[in-house]
């Protein structure tokens, strides 16, 4: 069975780092492309960060140059490290994965983890 684990969430004043983790695991053949995503309380879940299998990544706009995306490809982890957090960045983080599986390609997600930014 397909889990994905994230971790690395909490609460952090404006300016400060964290980084973010998801390991997936579970009868999985191939990885795809993995990615963040966020939803803040009364917004839609929104795309945060992805990277393929190639390497290509791909941020929102609002995080550009503050977040990075990467991955090690050997653990089948995704990394998100944040930088110059913002309030606006509050929010619970929810990793992505596209896979190929024991049971076909499909899309899994994780828990969650929450993220709060404030003084």
């Known amino acids: 069975q397909v889990q994905l684990v994230e971790s690395g969430g909490g609460l952090v004043q404006p300016g400060e780092s964290l980084r973010l983790s998801c390991a997936a695991s579970?009868?999985?053949?191939?990885?795809?492309?993995m990615g963040w995503y966020r939803q803040a309380p009364g917004k839609q879940r929104e795309l945060v960060a992805g990277?393929?299998?190639?390497?290509?990544?791909n941020y929102a706009d609002s995080v550009k140059g503050r977040f990075t995306i990467s991955r090690d490809s050997a653990k089948n982890t995704v990394y998100l490290q944040m930088n110059s957090l913002k309030p606006e960045d509050t929010a619970v983080y929810y990793c992505?994965?596209?896979?190929?599986?024991?049971?076909?390609?499909?899309?899994?997600w994780g828990q969650g983890t929450q993220v709060t930014v404030s003084s």
């Open positions: 992505n994965a596209e896979l190929a599986t024991v049971n076909g390609p499909g899309g899994y």
């Open positions: 579970g009868g999985i053949f191939r990885v795809y492309a």
């Open positions: 990277i393929t299998s190639s390497g290509r990544t």
